[in-house]
């Protein structure tokens, strides 16, 4: 189902089942609300997203269950680079992918103004993640409170590999994509987000990871809180085909865990951390990662 250029949308009470690609397609739309939503699509095939919001705004989704191989909820501006998906609110759902259950921002999109609460995501490869390409993408004013993030992977190539949460501002520009790389036009990548209040129940740390160091300039992620958490890192069910990583696909370069036990790892990111504990309420071990 594909709604370009609509305004005032109503979807309540759907069940979709099995949709071989996108699902609900969202492009250039305003002022829609999705309640009580059931997608089951399968959890091997890929591009067979949930539902994917692009350059579209006040948005509220409520209610629901999705199933998906891949993307539960994707917000991006994939089809206009200049066109922010903004203004949304995310509550009360329960997710499962193979993939990434929550993507917020992709490569040179602009995202903005998101708040997510009361949401489960159960066994995915990656609960929540936002991808920026430095200088081009934005992510910023996200808050996301009172989640249980459970990270299992997958076998195959899907992105993600276990973990709870990823911010990441590395480059991935796909070479074959459609349009020229931008021109920078944003000093940050990521600024302004909250994690307050969450369960995460997942196989790798949370991954925090910018390609550049500020230097002269402003970091790349900024103002990133992250504020009462339980983080338990689970044994894999099954071994991880990309080893012990943070997964930092389609970027070039994944970064290695070094030891067991870590609960954060972070490079070249201003963060805020408070009372980051594990299911035993004893402090994890918060890892910046060097050169």
């Given at each position: 189902?594909f709604?370009?250029?609509?305004?005032?949308?109503?979807?309540?009470?759907?069940?979709?089942?099995?949709?071989?690609?996108?699902?609900?397609?969202?492009?250039?739309?305003?002022?829609?609300?999705?309640?009580?939503?059931?997608?089951?699509?399968?959890l091997i095939?890929?591009?067979?997203?949930?539902?994917?919001f692009?350059?579209?705004?006040?948005?509220?989704i409520?209610g629901?269950?999705?199933?998906?191989?891949?993307?539960c909820?994707?917000?991006s501006?994939?089809?206009?680079w200049?066109?922010?998906?903004?203004?949304?609110?995310?509550?009360?759902?329960?997710?499962?992918?193979?993939?990434?259950?929550?993507?917020?921002?992709?490569m040179?999109?602009?995202?903005?103004?998101?708040?997510?609460?009361?949401?489960?995501?159960?066994?995915?490869n990656?609960?929540?993640?936002?991808?920026?390409?430095?200088?081009?993408?934005?992510?910023?004013?996200?808050?996301?409170?009172?989640?249980?993030?459970?990270?299992?992977?997958?076998?195959?190539?899907?992105?993600?590999?276990?973990?709870?949460?990823?911010?990441m501002?590395?480059?991935?520009?796909?070479?074959?994509y459609?349009?020229?790389?931008?021109?920078?036009?944003?000093?940050?990548g990521?600024?302004?987000?909250?994690?307050?209040?969450?369960?995460?129940?997942?196989?790798?740390?949370?991954?925090?990871v910018?390609?550049?160091?500020?230097?002269?300039?402003?970091?790349?992620?900024?103002?990133?809180?992250?504020?009462?958490?339980?983080?338990?890192?689970?044994?894999?069910?099954?071994?991880?085909?990309?080893?012990?990583?943070i997964?930092?696909?389609?970027?070039?370069?994944?970064?290695?865990?070094?030891?067991?036990?870590?609960?954060?790892?972070?490079?070249?990111a201003?963060?805020?951390l408070?009372?980051?504990?594990?299911?035993?309420?004893?402090?994890?071990?918060?890892?910046?990662?060097?050169?």
């Amino acid at each position: 189902m594909f709604f370009h250029q609509c305004a005032n949308l109503r979807l309540d009470g759907l069940r979709i089942l099995n949709a071989p690609c996108w699902t609900l397609s969202f492009n250039l739309c305003q002022a829609i609300k999705i309640t009580h939503l059931t997608i089951h699509n399968s959890l091997i095939l890929p591009n067979n997203d949930g539902m994917h919001f692009t350059g579209s705004r006040d948005i509220l989704i409520s209610g629901c269950h999705i199933v998906a191989g891949d993307d539960c909820v994707a917000l991006s501006s994939i089809t206009d680079w200049n066109a922010p998906c903004e203004n949304v609110v995310i509550s009360n759902c329960v997710f499962q992918s193979a993939s990434k259950a929550l993507s917020v921002g992709y490569m040179h999109s602009i995202v903005r103004n998101v708040l997510i609460e009361n949401v489960i995501v159960r066994k995915s490869n990656r609960a929540f993640v936002s991808m920026c390409h430095p200088h081009t993408g934005l992510v910023e004013n996200v808050r996301v409170a009172n989640c249980i993030f459970e990270g299992r992977s997958y076998g195959g190539n899907w992105w993600g590999n276990g973990e709870a949460i990823v911010l990441m501002v590395t480059p991935h520009h796909i070479s074959g994509y459609r349009d020229p790389l931008p021109a920078p036009r944003f000093d940050a990548g990521i600024r302004n987000v909250v994690f307050s209040n969450l369960t995460c129940l997942s196989e790798r740390p949370i991954g925090i990871v910018a390609s550049e160091a500020a230097g002269a300039a402003a970091a790349l992620i900024q103002n990133v809180q992250l504020k009462d958490l339980t983080i338990q890192i689970t044994p894999e069910e099954r071994p991880s085909l990309k080893g012990n990583v943070i997964d930092l696909a389609p970027g070039p370069q994944n970064y290695a865990i070094p030891r067991p036990g870590i609960g954060i790892v972070y490079r070249n990111a201003a963060l805020r951390l408070e009372n980051i504990v594990d299911h035993n309420g004893q402090p994890v071990e918060i890892l910046e990662i060097e050169g």
